[in-house]
Protein backbone atom coordinates (compact mmCIF):
# COMPACT_ATOMS: atom_id res chain seq x y z
CA UNK A 1 0.00 0.00 0.00
CA UNK A 2 3.02 2.35 0.67
CA UNK A 3 4.40 1.60 -2.70
CA UNK A 4 0.99 2.19 -4.28
CA UNK A 5 0.90 5.66 -2.64
CA UNK A 6 4.56 6.29 -3.55
CA UNK A 7 3.53 5.77 -7.40
CA UNK A 8 0.63 8.11 -6.84
CA UNK A 9 2.23 10.83 -5.17
CA UNK A 10 5.06 9.98 -8.24
CA UNK A 11 2.35 10.38 -10.60
CA UNK A 12 1.40 13.91 -9.64
CA UNK A 13 4.52 15.32 -9.56
CA UNK A 14 5.37 13.78 -12.83
CA UNK A 15 1.88 15.62 -14.12
CA UNK A 16 3.02 19.28 -12.69
CA UNK A 17 6.60 18.69 -14.80
CA UNK A 18 4.77 17.39 -17.91
CA UNK A 19 2.34 20.75 -17.50
CA UNK A 20 5.48 23.24 -17.42
CA UNK A 21 7.52 21.07 -20.07
CA UNK A 22 4.66 20.96 -22.39
CA UNK A 23 4.21 24.87 -22.01
CA UNK A 24 7.27 24.78 -23.93
CA UNK A 25 7.68 21.39 -25.67
CA UNK A 26 3.76 20.25 -26.39
CA UNK A 27 5.50 16.65 -27.77
CA UNK A 28 6.80 16.11 -24.13
CA UNK A 29 3.98 14.92 -22.38
CA UNK A 30 4.17 11.29 -23.35
CA UNK A 31 6.22 9.67 -20.81
CA UNK A 32 4.34 11.12 -17.96
CA UNK A 33 1.50 10.78 -19.06
CA UNK A 34 2.14 6.63 -19.27
CA UNK A 35 3.39 6.97 -16.02
CA UNK A 36 0.10 8.55 -14.67
CA UNK A 37 -2.09 6.02 -16.25
CA UNK A 38 -0.07 3.18 -14.60
CA UNK A 39 -0.36 4.47 -11.73
CA UNK A 40 -4.11 4.84 -11.93
CA UNK A 41 -4.45 1.50 -13.08
CA UNK A 42 -2.94 0.33 -9.91
CA UNK A 43 -5.12 2.60 -7.87
CA UNK A 44 -8.22 1.22 -9.47
CA UNK A 45 -6.90 -2.67 -9.51
CA UNK A 46 -6.63 -1.78 -5.73
CA UNK A 47 -9.63 -0.81 -4.88
CA UNK A 48 -11.20 -3.77 -6.87
CA UNK A 49 -9.21 -6.10 -5.55
CA UNK A 50 -10.28 -4.62 -1.97
CA UNK A 51 -14.14 -4.70 -2.56
CA UNK A 52 -14.15 -7.81 -3.85
CA UNK A 53 -12.00 -9.27 -0.78
CA UNK A 54 -15.00 -7.99 1.02
CA UNK A 55 -16.70 -10.30 -0.59
CA UNK A 56 -15.18 -13.88 1.45
CA UNK A 57 -13.03 -11.89 4.10
CA UNK A 58 -13.65 -12.18 7.98
CA UNK A 59 -15.86 -9.79 8.64
CA UNK A 60 -18.62 -11.52 6.46
CA UNK A 61 -17.21 -14.82 7.63
CA UNK A 62 -16.28 -16.51 4.20
CA UNK A 63 -12.82 -17.98 3.66
CA UNK A 64 -11.17 -17.81 0.83
CA UNK A 65 -10.65 -20.01 -1.97
CA UNK A 66 -7.88 -22.44 -3.27
CA UNK A 67 -8.50 -21.08 -6.64
CA UNK A 68 -10.42 -18.49 -8.43
CA UNK A 69 -10.61 -16.06 -11.17
CA UNK A 70 -9.06 -12.37 -11.96
CA UNK A 71 -11.22 -9.73 -10.27
CA UNK A 72 -12.80 -8.22 -13.65
CA UNK A 73 -14.28 -11.51 -15.10
CA UNK A 74 -17.65 -11.03 -15.32
CA UNK A 75 -18.77 -14.09 -13.41
CA UNK A 76 -16.07 -14.48 -10.68
CA UNK A 77 -15.39 -17.85 -9.90
CA UNK A 78 -13.93 -19.76 -6.61
CA UNK A 79 -13.47 -22.98 -6.10
CA UNK A 80 -12.95 -24.38 -2.75
CA UNK A 81 -11.86 -28.38 -1.50
CA UNK A 82 -15.78 -29.58 -1.77
CA UNK A 83 -17.78 -26.56 -3.22
CA UNK A 84 -17.39 -23.78 -6.18
CA UNK A 85 -19.14 -20.61 -6.17
CA UNK A 86 -20.33 -18.34 -9.02
CA UNK A 87 -20.43 -14.49 -8.17
CA UNK A 88 -22.60 -12.59 -10.97
CA UNK A 89 -20.40 -9.90 -11.06
CA UNK A 90 -21.81 -6.73 -13.08
CA UNK A 91 -23.53 -4.84 -9.90
CA UNK A 92 -23.75 -1.33 -11.19
CA UNK A 93 -25.92 -3.46 -14.08
CA UNK A 94 -28.27 -4.92 -11.53
CA UNK A 95 -26.05 -8.31 -12.40
CA UNK A 96 -27.46 -8.40 -15.40
CA UNK A 97 -26.45 -11.42 -18.03
CA UNK A 98 -24.12 -11.00 -20.65
CA UNK A 99 -22.69 -13.77 -23.09
CA UNK A 100 -19.02 -13.97 -21.60
CA UNK A 101 -20.79 -14.05 -18.39
CA UNK A 102 -22.61 -16.66 -19.88
CA UNK A 103 -20.07 -18.77 -21.39
CA UNK A 104 -17.66 -18.48 -18.18
CA UNK A 105 -20.48 -19.86 -16.24
CA UNK A 106 -20.97 -22.87 -18.62
CA UNK A 107 -17.72 -23.74 -18.70
CA UNK A 108 -17.10 -24.00 -14.60
CA UNK A 109 -20.39 -25.90 -14.05
CA UNK A 110 -19.40 -28.56 -16.78
CA UNK A 111 -15.55 -28.61 -14.94
CA UNK A 112 -17.42 -28.86 -11.57
CA UNK A 113 -19.64 -31.54 -12.80
CA UNK A 114 -16.76 -34.07 -13.67
CA UNK A 115 -16.73 -37.08 -12.34
CA UNK A 116 -13.08 -36.27 -11.91
CA UNK A 117 -13.84 -33.44 -10.01
CA UNK A 118 -13.85 -32.64 -6.36
CA UNK A 119 -16.59 -30.32 -6.26
CA UNK A 120 -20.08 -31.67 -5.00
CA UNK A 121 -22.33 -28.15 -4.59
CA UNK A 122 -22.61 -25.05 -6.63
CA UNK A 123 -23.54 -21.62 -5.50
CA UNK A 124 -24.50 -18.69 -7.14
CA UNK A 125 -24.92 -15.27 -5.82
CA UNK A 126 -25.31 -11.69 -7.43
CA UNK A 127 -22.06 -9.50 -6.43
CA UNK A 128 -23.85 -7.18 -3.81
CA UNK A 129 -23.93 -3.09 -4.63
CA UNK A 130 -21.50 -0.20 -4.03
CA UNK A 131 -23.16 2.00 -1.80
CA UNK A 132 -27.08 1.87 -1.59
CA UNK A 133 -27.85 0.93 -4.74
CA UNK A 134 -30.76 -2.03 -4.68
CA UNK A 135 -29.33 -5.64 -4.25
CA UNK A 136 -30.19 -7.77 -7.35
CA UNK A 137 -28.91 -11.78 -7.99
CA UNK A 138 -29.68 -10.68 -11.86
CA UNK A 139 -32.11 -8.61 -13.27
CA UNK A 140 -31.81 -10.18 -16.36
CA UNK A 141 -30.30 -10.37 -20.02
CA UNK A 142 -28.40 -7.39 -21.75
CA UNK A 143 -31.34 -6.60 -23.56
CA UNK A 144 -29.78 -3.34 -24.82
CA UNK A 145 -27.22 -5.41 -26.41
CA UNK A 146 -29.59 -7.69 -27.81
CA UNK A 147 -31.80 -5.10 -29.44
CA UNK A 148 -28.55 -3.58 -31.62
CA UNK A 149 -27.87 -7.12 -32.33
CA UNK A 150 -31.48 -7.80 -33.78
CA UNK A 151 -31.42 -4.98 -35.52
CA UNK A 152 -27.65 -5.42 -37.47
CA UNK A 153 -28.12 -8.68 -37.88
CA UNK A 154 -24.93 -10.05 -35.79
CA UNK A 155 -24.47 -13.28 -34.16
CA UNK A 156 -25.17 -12.09 -31.10
CA UNK A 157 -28.85 -12.43 -31.61
CA UNK A 158 -28.65 -16.41 -32.11
CA UNK A 159 -25.39 -16.77 -30.11
CA UNK A 160 -26.68 -15.29 -26.41
CA UNK A 161 -30.12 -17.22 -26.67
CA UNK A 162 -28.47 -20.45 -28.05
CA UNK A 163 -26.53 -20.44 -25.28
CA UNK A 164 -28.07 -19.36 -22.33
CA UNK A 165 -30.84 -21.80 -22.82
CA UNK A 166 -28.07 -24.48 -23.13
CA UNK A 167 -26.62 -22.78 -19.67
CA UNK A 168 -30.45 -23.10 -18.18
CA UNK A 169 -31.08 -26.48 -19.45
CA UNK A 170 -27.49 -27.46 -18.60
CA UNK A 171 -28.20 -26.83 -15.23
CA UNK A 172 -31.20 -28.52 -14.83
CA UNK A 173 -29.20 -31.83 -15.42
CA UNK A 174 -26.66 -31.37 -13.24
CA UNK A 175 -26.31 -34.64 -11.49
CA UNK A 176 -24.57 -31.97 -8.01
CA UNK A 177 -26.34 -30.31 -6.07
CA UNK A 178 -27.30 -26.27 -7.40
CA UNK A 179 -27.61 -23.53 -4.78
CA UNK A 180 -28.77 -20.12 -5.99
CA UNK A 181 -28.86 -17.52 -3.66
CA UNK A 182 -31.69 -15.30 -4.67
CA UNK A 183 -30.85 -12.28 -2.55
CA UNK A 184 -32.02 -9.57 -4.28
CA UNK A 185 -33.98 -8.82 -7.82
CA UNK A 186 -34.16 -11.84 -10.15
CA UNK A 187 -36.08 -11.12 -13.17
CA UNK A 188 -35.65 -12.91 -16.85
CA UNK A 189 -32.45 -14.46 -17.38
CA UNK A 190 -31.50 -14.52 -13.55
CA UNK A 191 -34.84 -16.60 -13.20
CA UNK A 192 -32.92 -18.64 -15.77
CA UNK A 193 -29.95 -19.46 -13.59
CA UNK A 194 -32.26 -19.63 -10.91
CA UNK A 195 -35.49 -21.67 -11.14
CA UNK A 196 -33.80 -24.76 -12.71
CA UNK A 197 -31.76 -25.22 -9.91
CA UNK A 198 -32.31 -27.67 -7.57
CA UNK A 199 -32.08 -25.87 -4.51
CA UNK A 200 -33.66 -22.32 -4.54
CA UNK A 201 -33.04 -19.78 -1.56
CA UNK A 202 -35.14 -16.08 -1.64
CA UNK A 203 -34.49 -14.02 1.39
CA UNK A 204 -36.57 -10.80 2.78
CA UNK A 205 -34.91 -8.91 -0.23
CA UNK A 206 -36.21 -11.48 -3.18
CA UNK A 207 -38.29 -9.52 -6.16
CA UNK A 208 -39.20 -12.40 -8.53
CA UNK A 209 -40.67 -11.22 -12.18
CA UNK A 210 -41.25 -12.14 -15.27
CA UNK A 211 -42.13 -8.34 -16.98
CA UNK A 212 -41.16 -9.40 -20.67
CA UNK A 213 -44.43 -8.95 -22.00
CA UNK A 214 -43.86 -5.04 -21.35
CA UNK A 215 -41.17 -4.74 -23.77
CA UNK A 216 -42.24 -7.08 -26.42
CA UNK A 217 -40.60 -10.06 -25.40
CA UNK A 218 -42.03 -13.10 -23.81
CA UNK A 219 -41.53 -15.17 -20.07
CA UNK A 220 -38.61 -17.50 -21.67
CA UNK A 221 -35.33 -19.14 -20.48
CA UNK A 222 -37.88 -22.35 -19.76
CA UNK A 223 -41.29 -20.13 -18.61
CA UNK A 224 -43.05 -21.92 -20.93
CA UNK A 225 -42.16 -24.79 -18.59
CA UNK A 226 -42.19 -23.87 -15.21
CA UNK A 227 -45.10 -21.58 -15.63
CA UNK A 228 -47.70 -23.66 -16.54
CA UNK A 229 -46.88 -25.91 -13.54
CA UNK A 230 -47.89 -23.56 -10.84
CA UNK A 231 -50.26 -24.11 -9.00
CA UNK A 232 -53.69 -23.30 -11.27
CA UNK A 233 -53.67 -21.00 -13.37
CA UNK A 234 -51.26 -18.38 -11.28
CA UNK A 235 -48.14 -19.01 -13.98
CA UNK A 236 -50.47 -17.96 -16.58
CA UNK A 237 -50.86 -14.72 -14.13
CA UNK A 238 -47.76 -13.94 -13.58
CA UNK A 239 -46.20 -14.95 -17.26
CA UNK A 240 -48.86 -12.26 -18.73
CA UNK A 241 -49.12 -9.63 -15.74
CA UNK A 242 -45.14 -9.56 -14.91
CA UNK A 243 -46.53 -9.42 -11.21
CA UNK A 244 -43.55 -9.17 -8.82
CA UNK A 245 -43.15 -12.01 -6.09
CA UNK A 246 -41.55 -10.28 -3.24
CA UNK A 247 -39.67 -11.96 -0.32
CA UNK A 248 -41.64 -15.38 1.12
CA UNK A 249 -44.15 -14.89 -1.68
CA UNK A 250 -41.77 -16.50 -4.09
CA UNK A 251 -41.48 -19.31 -1.49
CA UNK A 252 -44.96 -19.59 -1.21
CA UNK A 253 -45.76 -19.75 -5.19
CA UNK A 254 -43.17 -22.09 -5.12
CA UNK A 255 -40.37 -20.06 -6.86
CA UNK A 256 -37.97 -20.70 -4.11
CA UNK A 257 -37.72 -24.21 -2.50
CA UNK A 258 -36.59 -22.04 0.68
CA UNK A 259 -36.33 -18.88 2.42
CA UNK A 260 -33.37 -17.31 4.84
CA UNK A 261 -33.08 -13.86 6.26
CA UNK A 262 -30.68 -11.85 4.38
CA UNK A 263 -28.20 -11.66 7.56
CA UNK A 264 -27.90 -15.53 7.23
CA UNK A 265 -27.05 -15.87 3.76
CA UNK A 266 -23.03 -15.60 4.07
CA UNK A 267 -23.27 -17.95 7.02
CA UNK A 268 -25.25 -20.15 5.46
CA UNK A 269 -22.84 -19.97 2.33
CA UNK A 270 -20.13 -20.59 4.10
CA UNK A 271 -21.57 -24.20 5.85
CA UNK A 272 -22.21 -25.52 2.28
CA UNK A 273 -18.66 -24.80 1.45
CA UNK A 274 -17.34 -26.85 4.37
CA UNK A 275 -18.99 -29.65 3.87
CA UNK A 276 -17.14 -32.44 3.42
CA UNK A 277 -18.73 -34.37 1.42
CA UNK A 278 -22.00 -32.81 0.05
CA UNK A 279 -24.75 -34.48 -1.71
CA UNK A 280 -28.21 -33.42 -2.35
CA UNK A 281 -29.42 -34.59 1.24
CA UNK A 282 -26.74 -33.14 3.05
CA UNK A 283 -26.91 -29.65 1.23
CA UNK A 284 -31.49 -29.82 1.87
CA UNK A 285 -30.70 -30.57 5.29
CA UNK A 286 -28.27 -27.86 5.75
CA UNK A 287 -30.77 -24.81 4.14
CA UNK A 288 -33.29 -26.56 5.65
CA UNK A 289 -31.82 -26.11 9.30
CA UNK A 290 -31.09 -22.08 8.17
CA UNK A 291 -34.71 -21.66 7.07
CA UNK A 292 -35.56 -22.93 10.67
CA UNK A 293 -33.93 -19.93 12.30
CA UNK A 294 -36.86 -17.52 10.77
CA UNK A 295 -38.06 -15.29 14.06
CA UNK A 296 -41.36 -15.56 11.97
CA UNK A 297 -43.17 -18.96 11.00
CA UNK A 298 -43.81 -19.69 7.51
CA UNK A 299 -47.50 -20.23 6.79
CA UNK A 300 -48.64 -20.77 2.98
CA UNK A 301 -52.08 -19.09 4.14
CA UNK A 302 -49.74 -15.48 4.15
CA UNK A 303 -49.09 -15.60 0.49
CA UNK A 304 -50.28 -12.76 -0.54
CA UNK A 305 -52.33 -13.97 -4.12
CA UNK A 306 -53.59 -16.72 -2.08
CA UNK A 307 -57.06 -15.26 -1.55
CA UNK A 308 -57.24 -14.09 -5.64
CA UNK A 309 -56.38 -17.79 -6.30
CA UNK A 310 -59.73 -18.65 -7.55
CA UNK A 311 -60.60 -15.82 -9.07
CA UNK A 312 -56.88 -16.32 -11.02
CA UNK A 313 -57.79 -20.05 -11.84
CA UNK A 314 -61.77 -18.98 -13.22
CA UNK A 315 -60.30 -16.34 -15.13
CA UNK A 316 -56.34 -16.96 -16.65
CA UNK A 317 -58.28 -20.55 -17.08
CA UNK A 318 -59.23 -18.57 -20.89
CA UNK A 319 -57.98 -19.80 -24.16
CA UNK A 320 -57.73 -16.19 -25.94
CA UNK A 321 -56.44 -12.97 -24.40
CA UNK A 322 -59.31 -11.21 -25.31
CA UNK A 323 -61.28 -13.48 -23.14
CA UNK A 324 -59.23 -12.94 -20.19
CA UNK A 325 -60.17 -9.59 -20.67
CA UNK A 326 -63.46 -10.43 -20.98
CA UNK A 327 -63.58 -12.07 -17.49
CA UNK A 328 -61.39 -9.28 -15.81
CA UNK A 329 -64.33 -6.72 -16.73
CA UNK A 330 -66.94 -9.18 -15.67
CA UNK A 331 -65.58 -9.36 -12.12
CA UNK A 332 -65.01 -5.74 -11.81
CA UNK A 333 -63.06 -5.43 -8.76
CA UNK A 334 -60.44 -3.28 -8.36
CA UNK A 335 -57.65 -5.68 -8.68
CA UNK A 336 -59.32 -7.30 -12.00
CA UNK A 337 -59.11 -3.29 -12.84
CA UNK A 338 -55.70 -2.93 -12.21
CA UNK A 339 -54.93 -6.33 -13.96
CA UNK A 340 -56.80 -4.91 -17.45
CA UNK A 341 -54.29 -1.63 -16.86
CA UNK A 342 -51.20 -3.83 -16.65
CA UNK A 343 -52.19 -5.58 -19.56
CA UNK A 344 -53.21 -2.49 -21.47
CA UNK A 345 -49.64 -1.21 -21.87
CA UNK A 346 -47.93 -4.25 -22.90
CA UNK A 347 -47.18 -5.52 -26.17
CA UNK A 348 -50.58 -6.88 -27.99
CA UNK A 349 -48.18 -9.64 -29.82
CA UNK A 350 -46.04 -10.25 -26.70
CA UNK A 351 -49.75 -11.43 -24.58
CA UNK A 352 -50.80 -13.70 -27.73
CA UNK A 353 -47.19 -15.29 -28.22
CA UNK A 354 -47.09 -15.76 -24.66
CA UNK A 355 -50.38 -17.17 -23.60
CA UNK A 356 -50.08 -20.19 -26.75
CA UNK A 357 -46.56 -20.36 -25.21
CA UNK A 358 -47.76 -21.40 -21.91
CA UNK A 359 -50.52 -23.60 -23.15
CA UNK A 360 -48.17 -25.48 -25.31
CA UNK A 361 -45.46 -26.02 -22.77
CA UNK A 362 -47.58 -28.06 -20.55
CA UNK A 363 -47.48 -30.69 -22.97
CA UNK A 364 -43.98 -30.43 -23.33
CA UNK A 365 -40.25 -31.15 -21.68
CA UNK A 366 -37.83 -29.29 -20.38
CA UNK A 367 -35.55 -29.80 -23.74
CA UNK A 368 -38.56 -29.01 -25.95
CA UNK A 369 -39.75 -25.93 -24.44
CA UNK A 370 -36.25 -24.51 -24.88
CA UNK A 371 -36.55 -25.19 -28.56
CA UNK A 372 -39.83 -23.77 -29.07
CA UNK A 373 -38.52 -20.58 -27.35
CA UNK A 374 -35.13 -20.32 -29.26
CA UNK A 375 -37.55 -20.22 -32.43
CA UNK A 376 -39.80 -17.47 -30.58
CA UNK A 377 -36.77 -15.51 -29.27
CA UNK A 378 -35.19 -15.28 -33.11
CA UNK A 379 -38.52 -13.92 -34.52
CA UNK A 380 -38.64 -11.55 -31.77
CA UNK A 381 -35.19 -10.32 -32.43
CA UNK A 382 -35.49 -9.98 -35.79
CA UNK A 383 -35.78 -6.20 -37.24
CA UNK A 384 -38.59 -6.50 -39.16
CA UNK A 385 -40.35 -7.39 -36.06
CA UNK A 386 -40.37 -4.31 -34.55
CA UNK A 387 -42.30 -4.65 -30.54
CA UNK A 388 -39.08 -5.88 -28.69
CA UNK A 389 -37.11 -2.75 -30.33
CA UNK A 390 -39.88 -0.61 -29.72
CA UNK A 391 -40.11 -1.59 -25.98
CA UNK A 392 -36.42 -1.52 -25.04
CA UNK A 393 -36.84 2.07 -26.57
CA UNK A 394 -39.82 3.11 -24.82
CA UNK A 395 -38.99 1.71 -21.65
CA UNK A 396 -34.79 1.72 -21.52
CA UNK A 397 -33.87 3.64 -24.01
CA UNK A 398 -35.55 7.69 -24.02
CA UNK A 399 -37.40 6.52 -21.14
CA UNK A 400 -40.62 8.05 -22.80
CA UNK A 401 -42.76 4.87 -21.07
CA UNK A 402 -45.14 5.49 -24.23
CA UNK A 403 -44.32 2.07 -26.46
CA UNK A 404 -45.52 2.56 -30.08
CA UNK A 405 -46.78 -1.36 -30.54
CA UNK A 406 -46.87 -2.70 -34.19
CA UNK A 407 -50.07 -4.25 -34.09
CA UNK A 408 -51.22 -1.92 -31.74
CA UNK A 409 -54.62 -3.94 -30.31
CA UNK A 410 -55.44 -7.46 -29.65
CA UNK A 411 -57.81 -7.64 -32.71
CA UNK A 412 -54.81 -6.53 -35.07
CA UNK A 413 -52.59 -9.83 -33.86
CA UNK A 414 -53.72 -12.46 -36.06
CA UNK A 415 -53.02 -15.98 -35.73
CA UNK A 416 -51.18 -15.73 -38.56
CA UNK A 417 -48.49 -13.55 -37.00
CA UNK A 418 -48.55 -15.81 -34.14
CA UNK A 419 -48.10 -19.11 -35.92
CA UNK A 420 -45.21 -17.29 -37.63
CA UNK A 421 -43.51 -17.14 -34.25
CA UNK A 422 -43.62 -21.01 -33.29
CA UNK A 423 -42.68 -22.11 -37.23
CA UNK A 424 -39.23 -24.31 -37.15
CA UNK A 425 -36.38 -22.50 -38.44
CA UNK A 426 -34.92 -23.75 -41.06
CA UNK A 427 -32.44 -27.48 -39.83
CA UNK A 428 -29.18 -25.52 -39.53
CA UNK A 429 -30.48 -22.52 -37.41
CA UNK A 430 -32.49 -24.55 -35.10
CA UNK A 431 -31.21 -24.68 -31.61
CA UNK A 432 -28.90 -27.84 -30.98
CA UNK A 433 -29.26 -29.25 -26.93
CA UNK A 434 -26.85 -32.18 -26.44
CA UNK A 435 -28.13 -33.09 -22.54
CA UNK A 436 -30.48 -35.07 -22.22
CA UNK A 437 -34.41 -34.07 -21.37
CA UNK A 438 -35.00 -33.46 -17.75
CA UNK A 439 -37.89 -33.12 -15.61
CA UNK A 440 -36.10 -30.03 -14.34
CA UNK A 441 -38.22 -28.09 -12.44
CA UNK A 442 -40.87 -30.70 -11.59
CA UNK A 443 -39.14 -32.80 -9.76
CA UNK A 444 -38.48 -30.06 -6.79
CA UNK A 445 -41.70 -28.25 -6.99
CA UNK A 446 -43.15 -30.94 -5.53
CA UNK A 447 -41.56 -29.85 -2.31
CA UNK A 448 -44.29 -26.77 -2.74
CA UNK A 449 -47.29 -27.61 -3.74
CA UNK A 450 -49.70 -30.01 -2.52
CA UNK A 451 -50.00 -33.82 -3.25
CA UNK A 452 -52.48 -33.17 -5.50
CA UNK A 453 -49.78 -30.80 -8.38
CA UNK A 454 -49.58 -33.93 -11.00
CA UNK A 455 -53.91 -34.41 -10.77
CA UNK A 456 -54.00 -30.36 -10.85
CA UNK A 457 -51.72 -30.63 -14.34
CA UNK A 458 -53.75 -33.47 -15.54
CA UNK A 459 -56.76 -31.65 -15.41
CA UNK A 460 -55.66 -28.28 -17.06
CA UNK A 461 -54.25 -30.51 -19.92
CA UNK A 462 -57.64 -32.40 -20.41
CA UNK A 463 -59.17 -28.82 -20.08
CA UNK A 464 -57.10 -26.71 -22.11
CA UNK A 465 -59.02 -25.90 -24.91
CA UNK A 466 -55.95 -25.99 -27.63
CA UNK A 467 -57.92 -26.08 -31.23
CA UNK A 468 -56.02 -27.77 -33.85
CA UNK A 469 -53.51 -25.92 -35.85
CA UNK A 470 -53.51 -25.60 -39.77
CA UNK A 471 -49.78 -24.52 -40.76
CA UNK A 472 -49.31 -20.90 -42.44
CA UNK A 473 -47.53 -21.68 -45.59
CA UNK A 474 -46.40 -17.87 -45.39
CA UNK A 475 -42.65 -17.67 -44.52
CA UNK A 476 -41.15 -14.94 -43.05
CA UNK A 477 -40.79 -12.95 -46.03
CA UNK A 478 -43.55 -13.58 -47.45
CA UNK A 479 -45.74 -12.50 -44.55
CA UNK A 480 -44.21 -9.26 -43.81
CA UNK A 481 -44.53 -8.36 -47.84
CA UNK A 482 -48.11 -8.71 -47.56
CA UNK A 483 -48.51 -6.37 -44.42
CA UNK A 484 -46.64 -3.86 -46.15
Known amino acids: MALLRAVQRTSVLSKRLVRSISDYNPQAPSWGADIDAKAEKMAKEHDEKERLEKLYDKKHGLPKPKRFTHDDSPALLQEYETAGVIWLNRPQQLNAITLPMIHEM ?6 WNDDLSNVGVVLVRGVPPKGRGPFSFCCGGDVLALTEAGKNDLPLKKDFMAYEYRLNN ?36 TVFAMPECGIGLFPDVGGGYFLPRMKGYLGTYLGLTGYKLKARDAL ?23 LEDPDMDTVE ?9 NPTKLNKDDFTLAPLQEKIDNIFSASTVEEIIERLEEDGSDWAKKTIKTLGLYSPTSLKITLRQLREGVFMNLEEVFRME ?53 PDHEL ?9 FTDNIHKNHDAGFMKNISEKMESAELKERVKSTMDWENFYKQQD
Open 374 to 426: YRISQRCLDKRSPDFHEGVRALLIDKDQKPCWSPSTLEGVSDELVDIYFQRLS
Open 170 to 205: YIANLKIPYVALIDGICMGGGVGVSVHGSFRVATER
Open 252 to 274: YAGIATHFVESDRINALQKELIQ
Open 106 to 111: MSAIQE
Open 432 to 440: QMKQKPSLG
Open 285 to 293: EVISAYQSL
